[in-house]
């Protein structure tokens, strides 16, 4: 089993700033990868970065520039910085870890950005 605790969202102007973590407990050294995703009112849940084991990243589009995920291994935390942000970045932001053949979810952290 693997527990995953988001914080560190908020209420933010449109072009500030805000680090997410993510904090994992459990079978920690089961966790190959771990992912933010993001839910905005209405929509579907979306993928926003991944970063693995080893450290290799990968983004989505709309997150390749303003965001960046990082992970401390000694802390089991994995972090996403998120700079230069839009109204629509607004969303209830998750972490994903993958412990094959389990997949595991936080229960999210609010991200509002305000125009």
């Known amino acids: 089993q693997v527990q995953l605790v988001e914080t560190g969202g908020g209420l933010v102007q449109a072009g500030g700033s805000l680090r997410l973590s993510c904090a994992a407990s459990?079978?920690?050294?089961?966790?190959?990868?771990m992912e933010w995703y993001r839910q905005a009112p209405g929509k579907q849940r979306e993928y926003v970065a991944l970063?693995?084991?080893?450290?290799?990243?990968n983004y989505a589009e709309s997150a390749k520039v303003r965001f960046t995920i990082s992970r401390d291994n000694a802390k089991n935390t994995v972090y996403l910085e998120m700079h230069s942000l839009k109204p629509e970045d607004t969303g209830v932001y998750y972490c994903?870890?993958?412990?094959?053949?389990?997949?595991?979810w936080g229960q999210g952290t609010q991200v509002t950005v305000s125009s």
């Open positions: 970063i693995t084991s080893d450290g290799s990243t």
């Open positions: 459990g079978s920690t050294f089961r966790i190959n990868a």
């Open positions: 994903n870890a993958h412990a094959l053949p389990f997949e595991y």
